[in-house]
């Protein structure tokens, strides 16, 4: 029985679990300019660690576990942490979100592993604005480790593309055209509001926006979706592949919203835009029981608010930078 339920009712059964907050990518809406200070390798939750506080997760309803970073294949041995999750019984579905430069190398290993569903981050195809987007010059490695994937044969792929007007609009229709072929998802992205990370309301490309784009030429066909899902999902008509919406500014999915966070460095975040956090790492490391932990989740569940506030009051406030929290 799911005993994840907040105060508002909602039943949660989806863990993000960050294992580093490291990156090898320079993204101005996750990483500050001025950059960040990585945490030391104690100040991170070990893989042991995780995978007690994951278990107690799953006991009480857990039945997803996305890995995330910073770039998750930047903690070595990541693929064994995933074995040691997978062997969790009741878990359903284990997922990991990446920016795909180091995937060529893991590909294979992950989905052994467990590893079913993946998310690749990739905000460009032109090699310049990729460099100009990320830091680095790195769009060829990506590609490489999407095509990896795709040969390694994932359950699910989903290319991840942060929509942002003035920067990135122009590709919309060329992320669709380049993918409508495949079995992948295009998945496109609203714009954040994180700290230090350049944003601004005018610079946020709505669903309706992107929608209308694609529409210009192509024909749309909305498809069924969990009650719980982040995202607005259409088949292409006449095409095997499928596009997605995450309208987390335009069109607010808080009333369903199944998500909870477990940080790097040991903090659980009921919710992205929430500044508060519950340190469990501590209380772990200081002899706490799985009842206890257990409490811990509980109370960070109950703390957990109905909605975010409106983009504005999430861009003023003291929130973490989003490669600090997970993304």
């Not at 930047?74 to 942490?81: A, I, V």
């Not at 060829?140 to 044969?153: C, F, H, L, S």
């Not at 596009?243 to 009333?255: A, G, L, N, P």
């Not at 659980?268 to 490391?285: G, M, Q, T």
Request: glycine residues 6%.
């Amino acid at each position: 029985m799911n005993s994840l339920v907040d105060s508002f009712g909602r039943e949660h059964t989806y863990l993000r679990i960050s294992v580093t907050d490291k990156c090898n990518l320079r993204c101005f809406y996750c990483m500050p300019k001025e950059g960040i200070v990585w945490k030391r390798r104690e100040e991170l939750l070990e893989f042991e660690e995780i995978f007690r506080i994951a278990k107690v997760f799953v006991e009480r309803g857990i039945d997803k576990i996305r890995l995330t970073g910073g770039e998750p294949l930047m903690r070595r041995d990541l693929p064994s942490l995933a074995r040691m999750l997978k062997s969790l019984g009741g878990l359903k579905t284990l997922a990991m979100t990446t920016n795909a430069t180091l995937l060529a190398d893991y590909a294979d290993e992950l989905k052994a592993a467990g590893v079913s569903h993946l998310n690749i981050s990739i905000d460009s195809l032109d090699r310049m604005r990729f460099k100009e987007l990320t830091g680095r010059d790195d769009l060829k490695r990506v590609v490489d480790g999407i095509e990896a994937a795709r040969r390694a044969g994932f359950a699910s792929i989903k290319l991840n593309v942060v929509a942002i007007a003035g920067v990135n609009e122009d590709e919309i229709l060329d992320f669709v055209d380049q993918f409508k072929n495949t079995e992948m998802n295009v998945r496109f992205i609203e714009f954040m509001p994180f700290r230090d990370n350049e944003w601004q309301i005018d610079r946020v490309l709505t669903y309706k926006e992107m929608r209308d784009k694609i529409e210009q030429r192509f024909e749309l066909v909305p498809l069924a979706a969990e009650p719980s899902s982040v995202a607005k999902d259409f088949a292409l008509k006449g095409y095997t592949g499928t596009v997605s919406f995450v309208t987390s500014m335009s069109e607010s999915f808080c009333s369903t919203c199944n998500r909870l966070r477990l940080t790097a460095d040991g903090s659980i975040k009921s919710c992205l835009f929430f500044p508060a956090e519950i340190n469990i790492k501590d209380r772990v490391r200081s002899g706490a029981t799985d009842q206890e932990i257990a409490e811990m989740i509980s109370y960070a569940l109950l703390r957990k608010p109905e909605a975010h506030p409106p983009a504005e009051e999430i861009a003023a406030q003291q929130n973490r930078t989003m490669i600090e929290i997970g993304g």
